[in-house]
């Protein structure tokens, strides 16, 4: 039975798989942290295109995933539809920022986008913001060292060194009036309750999780290949709760060098996943 594969520069697309994981109980996952690509923020839109284009070839080869997920939003903005071009049969669901939610939501007119430094500058962002959040002020927020700080010390970091992590960036999308602060880099949901915590409670944290869920679901369902949650899944064990050793725990890939071990270790553990272990087929 194949699984779905869900893949980032990093940790990044790990709560997006917790996610589909609480939906889908009885499904099997792969996750892929790119770390040979990892930051892809600050790369050139091309060049993140390439990498993941390779990337999904490598994947596809070595596991034939039923779908693949592209927790990413900046190689979702950069890669999607090529990829979608280069594997016609394969269902891929990409992340696109929350911008629709967050405008209908918001009172006082003014969102903030937190994102990696490429994706606030992306052409894809401009287009979301001219169709679903017409008339209203988007202030855009790079926060590329957030993205370092995920990858490097959000499992291990304490809640004074989160807070200070965070405060700068929403500081300023709180006092320039934003009522909606959408995570457009999947690395920040790591991050919500602290983002969430230094806003205060008239602003909302929005994120995509929700949506990319229900698409996973919709695709996996249309093609009949949607395996339901249900006591089985407890029953054997699949979940969290002490489950069985990879594969059923879920395979935790790695591509690259130089991973931040402690940390890796500590997340495969808190979502459940075997590993983290290197992606073969080089
Ligand atoms: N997690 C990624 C995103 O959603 C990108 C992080 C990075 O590699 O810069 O955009």
């Not at 269902?91 to 920022?97: A, K, L, R, S």
Request: charged share 25%; net charge neutral; glycine share 10%.
């Amino acid at each position: 039975m194949s699984s779905i594969a869900i893949l980032d520069s990093g940790v990044g697309g790990l709560p997006y798989l917790s996610s589909a994981r609480a939906s889908m109980p009885r499904e099997s996952f792969i996750y892929v942290a790119d770390r040979a690509g990892f930051p892809y923020g600050t790369k050139p839109r091309d060049e993140v295109k390439d990498i993941v284009l390779r990337l999904v070839a490598r994947l596809v080869r070595s596991y034939g995933p039923k779908a693949l997920v592209i927790a990413c939003n900046t190689a979702s903005q950069a890669a999607l539809d090529a990829a979608r071009k280069a594997n016609p049969g394969l269902p891929i669901i990409g992340t696109v920022p929350a911008v629709k939610p967050a405008a209908e939501r918001s009172r006082s007119g003014v969102i903030g986008v937190l994102a990696t430094a490429g994706a606030v500058e992306d052409p894809y962002l401009d287009s979301l913001v001219a169709r679903f959040a017409k008339g209203l002020s988007v202030i855009r927020e790079g926060a590329q060292e957030l993205v370092s700080f995920v990858e490097r010390r959000a499992a291990v970091a304490g809640p004074a060194e989160r807070r200070d992590a965070v405060e700068p960036y929403v500081r300023r999308l709180v006092d320039a009036g934003a009522d909606q602060i959408v995570l457009a880099c999947t690395h920040f949901l790591h991050l919500r309750e602290d983002i969430a915590a230094a806003a205060g409670p008239s602003v909302e944290v929005v994120d995509s999780r929700a949506g990319v869920v229900k698409r996973l679901r919709q695709v996996l369902s249309e093609r009949g290949q949607l395996i339901d949650g249900g006591p089985v899944a407890r029953e054997r064990g699949l979940l969290f709760d002490g489950g069985p050793a990879a594969p059923e725990r879920g395979l935790f890939l790695l591509t690259g060098a130089g991973v931040p071990e402690a940390e890796y270790r500590a997340l495969a553990d808190s979502f459940g996943l075997g590993g983290p272990e290197p992606m073969p087929g080089l």
